[in-house]
């Protein structure tokens, strides 16, 4: 049972695979867990078990999980395995017979119970100990806000809505109350996520709830609006293009939120969005980025797409790129197309090869690459709000509103001193690539007290801060 000698706490190690929102997960987890007295370490030598929270998106990421539980029980030898691939109990169990348990996405009482049965809490309360906003693996100064779990939509090469269920919203109160607590605790960005943000609250009927004495409906408009008031920086992921996402631009427009839209657009040819079940039409979504961007002209959009979908051919690849000229993005991820277990689009006829489909990939990355140093050389010569996210030997390194952590481009830095991770500073761009910005520090911008911010009852904001300033919006 318990290895644990009877003069330290148990010792829990965990391997993070997987989105933002499986991160969230891991958080939401190990903040139980500590709270009960383990210790996280941050080896397989030291851990007395290890959690691997697993992702089952795609075949690579399944084979990546797998590899990742491989590497734990050879180490460590006792997993317990939790996360998206664990919705596939049997065949975790057919290659790794000696895992403790596995539990599926989501199921945070029966993993901790499963460390319970493992590995037994410490009862002693010096060990009860547990910052009020719980643990996080983002830096100190930004953090992941999941509002809602499960997905109801059905597109076709997708097998979430299968793994996590349909959609979940939380309470828009319970999502505020976090939000604080991170706010207080020196967070300054908080980056809203869900499988499908823009759908937040369909399944509450958009019910109220009280915040601070006021009914708050479970509705992203309503959500946005009162994150804004927290004056830290709030980035809207996974924004699926409901009619109602214009209004979310005039949010970004009054500075409530930053004027940053990831929007997972998929594809542009009529024909290949109907076979993905995706009810977008291309000609409408140029005619609503124009209009966005009428509202709020340093709008940055991000979208991801996939290429090499079952009967996409050379046309729709062409309108693609066509859609990708005009619709000028700022950032875009590409996959090609992968054939994952239980997707409905395998059934699909005229599979694309995947040197084709890499092919395509590669051509539309090329061109997105110019489309991006194009956008990006606009910023040289003026000043952006930079929020420092590392401090380097030759300088600090940071983002603009413009780019979220991880999965956009970056700020380098140079004659930057006395920075630390969390300051907010103003800098002058000197030279932009297809990636990323090179600049020179100019001053810090002035702090926000993180207790006046979290209870900051006027809708005065950060984001305004995020993106402009007389010499030049960013
Ligand atoms: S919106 Fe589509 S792609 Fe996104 S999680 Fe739901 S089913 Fe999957």
Redesign the pocket.
């Known amino acids: 049972m318990s290895r644990t000698p009877p003069s330290r706490p148990p010792r829990v190690g965990l391997v993070s695979l997987g989105c933002p929102k499986a991160l969230v997960d891991s958080e939401r987890i190990l903040t139980r867990l500590r709270a009960e007295g383990y210790e996280l370490v941050g080896s397989y030598e030291e851990a007395d078990l290890v959690l691997v929270n697993t992702c089952g998106f795609l075949d690579s990421a399944r084979e990546e999980s797998l590899a990742a539980i491989r590497e734990a029980m050879e180490a460590n030898g006792r997993v317990v395995v939790t996360g998206c691939l664990g919705a596939e109990a049997e065949r975790i169990r057919a290659r790794f017979p000696d895992v403790l348990a596995i539990t599926g996405p989501h199921q945070y009482e029966a993993v901790v119970a499963a460390v319970h049965r493992a590995l037994p809490p410490a009862h002693d309360p010096r060990f009860d100990l547990v910052p009020p906003q719980g643990l996080r693996l983002t830096p100190r100064h930004y953090a992941y806000l999941k509002i809602a779990e499960g997905?109801?939509?059905?597109?076709s090469?997708?097998i979430?809505?299968r793994l996590r269920g349909p959609q979940r919203s939380r309470p828009a109160a319970h999502v505020l109350h976090e939000a604080e607590r991170l706010v207080r605790a020196g967070v300054r960005e908080l980056l809203v996520v869900a499988?499908?943000t823009a759908a937040y609250g369909t399944d509450l009927r958009h019910a109220e709830s009280r915040y601070r004495g006021r009914p708050v409906r479970a509705h992203i408009l309503d959500l946005a609006r009162e994150l804004g008031r927290f004056d830290v920086w709030v980035r809207l992921h996974?924004v699926?293009p409901y009619p109602h996402v214009d209004r979310l631009v005039e949010l970004m427009a009054e500075g409530l939120v930053l004027p940053y839209l990831d929007v997972?657009f998929q594809h542009a040819s009529p024909r290949i969005l109907r076979l993905m079940r995706?009810p977008a039409r291309a000609e409408r979504t140029l005619e609503r980025i124009r209009a966005w961007r009428r509202a709020v002209p340093d709008l940055v959009l991000r979208s991801t797409f996939i290429v090499g979908f079952p009967g996409e051919r050379e046309e729709d690849f062409a309108l693609l790129l066509e859609w990708l000229r005009e619709a000028e993005l700022d950032r875009v991820g590409c996959f090609v197309y992968e054939p994952v277990e239980g997707a409905a689009a395998n059934r699909l006829p005229e599979p694309v090869p995947p040197e084709v489909a890499e092919e395509r990939r590669q051509r539309l990355m090329a061109l997105q690459a110019e489309i991006s140093a194009r956008r990006l050389a606009r910023r040289i010569g003026q000043e952006v709000a930079v929020l420092v996210d590392a401090v380097t030997a030759e300088g600090a390194v940071g983002r603009t509103y413009g780019d979220a952590p991880e999965i956009d481009g970056r700020v380098y830095l140079r004659n930057a001193p006395a920075l630390a991770p969390g300051d907010l500073v103003w800098a002058r761009v000197e030279r932009a690539d297809a990636h990323d910005l090179y600049a020179r520090y100019v001053e810090h911008q002035q702090p926000v007290a993180a207790g006046e911010a979290a209870s900051a009852a006027s809708a005065s904001s950060a984001c305004t801060s995020a993106a402009g300033r007389s010499s030049g919006i960013m």
Do not use: N, V
């Open positions: 997905c109801d939509r059905r597109c090469f997708c979430i809505p499988q499908d996974y699926y997972p995706r």
